[in-house]
């Protein structure tokens, strides 16, 4: 049986707020000016895959061969940046996603830490504009970490800033490269989305309104 359920370290993008789906729009909007057949279900690829890592797998959709420069990827992975710094500027303190408030009240209650382990350099801004910078123990961001998801390094450097060891924390994420990287911390994962997407995580939820503090505390006694 593992340690008592110490923390709950959520993923921000598609978990505390719907900015995966601003990710998508605003690589849809590059990938059609190129001319690229970018669909939702490729996308899905791109959750939780840093910036410049993303513009690759957008490009490698490309039926010729992209030599692009270094100065040319640079150029539109900061445009798809301009794009999606206009779409979170509109982010209010009602955009949060359903059940996040009392989930996170309820851990507070019950003693549990929180944390955000984010693979994105806007996390604080998105943060700042739904006014919850007080509402978890620790955040970490790209900036604090060398290896992206799905590396474990985000999730452990939360584990290690709360003070807490990995088997005593859940993970929550809406990626693919997420849900692996919870696993490669040797957290329990919890996966929000289509079950199919995600046969690595302890338990998929359709949506963020499903999330329990009861039902994780259970889940992590069980692994
Ligand atoms: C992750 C998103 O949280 O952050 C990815 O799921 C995104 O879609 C990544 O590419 C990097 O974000 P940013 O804001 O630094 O471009
Ligand atoms: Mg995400």
Same mark, same amino acid.
């Given at each position: ?5 110490? &923390?709950?370290? !959520?993923?921000?993008?598609? *978990? ?9 729009? =605003?690589?849809? &909007? ?7 057949? !970018? ?9 939780? *895959? ?37 779409? +979170?500027?509109? +982010? ?13 009240? $309820?851990? %507070? ?9 984010? &693979? ?5 801004? *998105?943060? $700042? ?15 604090? +970490?060398?290896?992206? %998801? ?8 939360? =584990?290690?800033?709360?003070?807490? $060891? ?5 993970? +929550?994420?809406? =990626? ?12 329990? &994962? ?7 997407? !995600? ?25």
């Amino acid at each position: 049986m593992s340690d008592k359920l110490q &923390a709950v370290i !959520f993923d921000l993008d598609g *978990v505390i707020t719907d900015t995966a789906e601003h990710h998508y729009l =605003a690589w849809k &909007a590059i990938g059609d000016e190129l001319n690229l057949p !970018f669909t939702r279900e490729f996308n899905e690829n791109l959750k939780g *895959v840093s910036r410049l890592e993303s513009l690759r797998l957008l490009l490698s959709l490309s039926p010729v061969e992209l030599n692009y420069s270094e100065e040319q990827l640079n150029a539109l992975a900061e445009r798809k940046n301009d794009l999606y710094k206009e779409l +979170i500027a509109q +982010i209010k303190p009602s955009d949060v996603l359903p059940g996040i408030p009392e989930l996170l009240g $309820k851990l %507070k209650r019950l003693g549990i830490k929180t944390a955000i382990a984010s &693979a994105s350099k806007n996390a604080f801004s *998105v943060i $700042k504009n739904l006014k919850m910078e007080e509402q978890f123990d620790i955040i970490v961001d790209a900036a604090e +970490i060398k290896n992206s %998801k799905p590396d474990p390094e985000v999730f452990l450097a939360a =584990a290690e800033q709360l003070g807490v $060891k990995p088997e005593a924390c859940v993970g +929550i994420e809406d =990626a693919v490269a997420g849900v692996e990287a919870i696993r490669s911390a040797h957290m329990t &994962a919890v996966a929000i989305g289509k079950k199919e997407h !995600f046969p690595h995580a302890h338990v998929t939820y359709s949506c963020t309104a499903e999330l329990n503090a009861d039902a994780l505390i259970e889940l992590h006694r069980q692994h």
